[in-house]
């Protein structure tokens, strides 16, 4: 068996000529680029993107697209700073509320957070799990509080909002004392893992 040289493949040729995109903005135009290629007009490509899995899609990628891009923007900016980290951490809460999805709000906001990324994730899942308007849809109808007396969605609100701080607090807190507990193990030692809950 012989050793063949080894030659550039077309996927490196390809990167070296095409702009750094995220990946879902590569699927849009991807999928804009085949109804076009198959000769379909404007109107009914943007009517098959609207079906099926365009549609949901559709319905996120107000949130989805400018966060990924923003993610990929401030990753390739490099602009993590102790300010630009706190700013991170202290919007999490109202990112990870907003945009209706944790995951999405810590890809936004975790390359300006620098050594606080932990605090974002904790700070965007406590905003989507308690601030409108997904948290407290999503706990009402999971305690089958829906429509009942004393559920009305302002007291929803009110009680995410009063229930975010500590909560976010409480996770932040959690992971600083177990860095904090880590820093004092010698070197060399293994740290015991934790029994699980």
Same mark, same amino acid.
Not at 11 to 16: A, G, N, P, V, Y
Not at 84 to 95: F, I, K
Not at 159 to 171: D, E, H, K
């Given at each position: 068996?012989?050793?063949? +040289?080894?030659?550039?493949?077309?996927?490196?040729?390809?990167?070296?000529?095409?702009?750094?995109?995220?990946?879902?903005?590569? %699927?849009?135009?991807?999928?804009?680029?085949?109804?076009?290629?198959?000769? %379909?007009?404007?109107?009914?490509?943007?009517?098959?993107?609207? &079906?099926?899995?365009?549609?949901? #899609?559709?319905?996120?990628?107000?949130?989805?697209?400018?966060? =990924?891009?923003?993610?990929?923007?401030? *990753?390739?900016?490099?602009?993590?700073?102790?300010?630009?980290?706190?700013?991170?951490?202290?919007?999490? +809460?109202?990112?990870?509320?907003? %945009?209706?999805? +944790?995951?999405?709000?810590?890809?936004?906001? *975790?390359?300006?957070?620098?050594? #606080?990324?932990?605090?974002?994730? =904790?700070?965007?899942?406590?905003?989507?799990?308690?601030?409108?308007?997904?948290?407290? #849809?999503?706990?009402?109808?999971? #305690?089958? %509080? &829906?429509?009942?007396?004393?559920?009305?969605?302002?007291?929803?609100?009110?009680?995410?909002?009063?229930? &975010?701080?500590?909560?976010?607090?409480?996770?932040?807190?959690?992971?600083? *004392?177990?860095?904090?507990?880590?820093?004092?193990?010698?070197?060399?030692?293994?740290? +015991?893992?934790?029994?699980?809950?």
């Amino acid at each position: 068996m012989t050793d063949l +040289p080894s030659t550039k493949t077309a996927t490196l040729d390809l990167k070296r000529h095409l702009p750094d995109l995220p990946l879902v903005i590569w %699927m849009v135009l991807l999928t804009l680029a085949l109804g076009f290629a198959g000769g %379909m007009g404007a109107d009914d490509v943007i009517a098959k993107i609207n &079906t099926g899995f365009g549609r949901a #899609l559709g319905e996120f990628a107000l949130i989805l697209l400018p966060s =990924f891009t923003l993610a990929a923007a401030l *990753s390739q900016r490099n602009v993590g700073s102790a300010g630009a980290g706190r700013t991170a951490a202290l919007a999490s +809460p109202l990112a990870g509320g907003g %945009m209706i999805c +944790p995951d999405t709000a810590y890809a936004a906001l *975790s390359p300006a957070a620098g050594r #606080l990324k932990l605090d974002v994730a =904790f700070g965007s899942y406590a905003g989507f799990k308690l601030l409108y308007p997904a948290g407290p #849809l999503i706990v009402a109808t999971g #305690l089958g %509080m &829906t429509g009942a007396a004393g559920a009305e969605p302002v007291t929803l609100l009110i009680c995410g909002v009063l229930l &975010t701080l500590p909560v976010w607090a409480a996770g932040v807190i959690r992971a600083a *004392s177990r860095a904090w507990i880590r820093a004092q193990v010698p070197k060399g030692l293994r740290m +015991p893992r934790p029994e699980p809950f």
